[in-house]
C-alpha cells in the first residue's frame, strides 16, 4: 500500500553532515501492523516524518498504492495527510483548553464535515477507544493515558487508510502501556494498516512484522 524507495535525508550541521536515513526501501501492505525499532537516533522517526508526509527526504521516493506522492502540491499534501493517515505521537499535541470530544473532531473540522456528522463520528471514535464517557472534559485534566487513547481516537475519526504511531507509549507507564498497545491491537483486527516506530521491544511484540532500525538503515525485517 506505501512503499518507500532508497529513501535519503541529509541534515548540514555548519560544515558537517548528518545522515539521518541512508538508503531505506521498505513496504507496508495493506492491514499489516508493522513496527520499526530501534535506539534513538536511528532515524525511525525522520523515515515515519516522510512516509507522513511532515518532512521531505533529501532523495528517494515514495509510493502510495503505486503512485509518486511526493510531486504533489502542498495543498493537496495537506488533504492527503488529513484523509488518508491517521497519526499518534509520544507528545499527545492536544489542545488542552478544548474538550475531549473537540480535540477528536479537529481533522473533521479540517475536512469540512457538518457539526453533527462529526459529532456522532467523534462519539464513535472515542467509544472504540472505551473514552466515551469523557468527551466533555477538557484535555488538560486528563492522564496520560488518557490522553493516549483520546490522540487514537482522534486518528482513527477519519478512517484512514493508514496509522503511523511514534512512540505512542514512550510518555506512559506499564499498565497504561498495555491498555494503549491492546487498543492498537484490537484496531488492527479490524483491518486498519499500522505502522508504528519505538524502542521497545516489548510494545514490538504486538505486531505482525518488526523491522529494525541503525544508524539510518534497514538491519533486520
Do not use: W
Not at 201 to 211: G, W
Amino acid at each position: 500500500m506505501i512503499k518507500c524507495v532508497d529513501l535519503k535525508k541529509v541534515y548540514s550541521e555548519g560544515n558537517n553532515q548528518v545522515i539521518a536515513l541512508n538508503g531505506i526501501s521498505l513496504s507496508v501492505e495493506k492491514g499489516e501492523f508493522v513496527v520499526i525499532r530501534g535506539k534513538s537516533g536511528c532515524g525511525k522517526s525522520t523515515l515515519l516524518n516522510m512516509l507522513g508526509l511532515i518532512d521531505k527526504p533529501t532523495s528517494g521516493d515514495i509510493l502510495f498504492e503505486e503512485n509518486s506522492i511526493l510531486s504533489i502540491s502542498e495543498k493537496e499534501k495537506a488533504r492527503f495527510r488529513n484523509k488518508r493517515i491517521g497519526y499518534i505521537f509520544q507528545s499527545f499535541y492536544l489542545d488542552p483548553a478544548y474538550s475531549a470530544m473537540q480535540n477528536v473532531e479537529i481533522p473533521l473540522v479540517i475536512s469540512g464535515i457538518q457539526r453533527d456528522v462529526r459529532r456522532q463520528m467523534a462519539e464513535e471514535a472515542l467509544k472504540a477507544v472505551g473514552m466515551d464517557s469523557r468527551g466533555r472534559t477538557p484535555a488538560g485534566a486528563l492522564s496520560g493515558g488518557e490522553k493516549q487513547r483520546i490522540c487514537i481516537a482522534r486518528a482513527l475519526v477519519n478512517n484512514p487508510d493508514i496509522i503511523l504511531a511514534d512512540e505512542p507509549c514512550g510518555s506512559l507507564d506499564s499498565q497504561n502501556t498495555k491498555q494503549v498497545m491492546e487498543i492498537l491491537s484490537k484496531i488492527h483486527e479490524t483491518g486498519v494498516t499500522i505502522l508504528m516506530v519505538t524502542h521497545s521491544e516489548e510494545d514490538a511484540r504486538y505486531a505482525s512484522r518488526r523491522i529494525l532500525m541503525e544508524d539510518g538503515r534497514i538491519t533486520e525485517g
